[in-house]
């Protein structure tokens, strides 16, 4: 979990804002791709198998690794869909196994934990 007083976790959600505001992307791009309904369909029924995943912080860690070490690609892409998928491969290699969906989930509510933070220790 977010710990305010975590150094690491800072530094890494701080370099993760900063790209953002470079990339002028502060939520994801939405897609008009045709196979999209093929890919929620194929999200739906892995979600089927991985109804709920308890994320140890060393799991949030390799994911927010991963998606940060992508960041170029995600802000030159409109689709971030092949992109999360990308994550998901990503971290299914490393034993962690959920869905695109799952992990675009965590990245947005870690986001939203973060800045959270950061408006609490600004007060």
């Not at 977010?2 to 800072?10: E, H, R």
């Not at 409109?78 to 994550?87: E, F, G, M, Y």
């Not at 990245?107 to 007060?123: A, G, I, Q, S």
């Amino acid at each position: 979990m977010l710990n305010s007083t975590d150094p690491s976790v800072k530094q890494i959600a701080m370099n993760w804002v900063l790209r953002e505001v470079q990339c002028k992307e502060l939520e994801p791009c939405k897609s008009k791709e045709s196979g999209k309904k093929d890919q929620k369909a194929k999200e739906a029924e892995q979600a089927k198998d991985i109804q709920f995943h308890y994320r140890t912080d060393k799991e949030e860690k390799l994911l927010v690794d991963t998606r940060l070490s992508m960041e170029e690609e995600f802000c030159s892409s409109k689709s971030h869909t092949t992109l999360w998928q990308k994550v998901k491969n990503s971290l299914s290699e490393n034993n962690v196994h959920v869905t695109s969906k799952q992990a675009q989930d965590k990245w947005k509510n870690l986001k939203k934990k973060y800045k959270e933070v950061e408006d609490n220790n600004n007060r």
